[in-house]
Nanobody
Framework: QVQLVQSGGGLVQPGGSLTLSCVAS?????????MAWFRQAPGTGREFLAV????????TYADSVTGRFTISADSAKNTVYLHMNFVKPEDTAVYYC???????????????WGQGTQVTVSS
């Protein structure tokens, strides 16, 4: 099993910045290759945002966040981050980190999920 524990989130003003963290642990943690961030707004499906890997540092982003959000992974801390800059009201959602044995943009590919954290962008 892999456990993912998220922190960060909260209320931020439009144009501001916020960083989310996701600490990974567990017996099969080392088999997890892709670490991703998704979000889900009320009444919508889970939206892919970004994915990276522990081994290569490869990063792939959704068009909606390219140039504004950055995903990073610190293998020494077993932690993946989502650095959010120039946030917009439409970024308001519950944000989830996820782990999979492959790299994918599809939420169905991910076996393990964090508990979710609310991000609200409002003045």
């Amino acid at each position: 099993q892999v456990q993912l524990v998220q922190s960060g989130g909260g209320l931020v003003q439009p144009g501001g910045s916020l960083t989310l963290s996701c600490v990974a642990s567990g017996r099969t943690f080392n088999n997890m290759y892709g670490m991703a961030w998704f979000r889900q707004a009320p009444g919508t499906g889970r939206e892919f945002l970004a994915v990276t890997t522990w081994a290569t540092g490869l990063r792939t982003y959704a068009d909606s966040v390219t140039g504004r959000f950055t995903i990073s992974a610190d293998s020494a801390k077993n932690t993946v981050y989502l650095h959010m800059n120039f946030v917009k009201p439409e970024d308001t959602a519950v944000y989830y980190c996820a782990a999979a044995s492959i790299i994918s943009r599809e939420s169905t590919s991910y076996n393990y999920w964090g508990q979710g954290t609310q991000v609200t962008v409002s003045s």
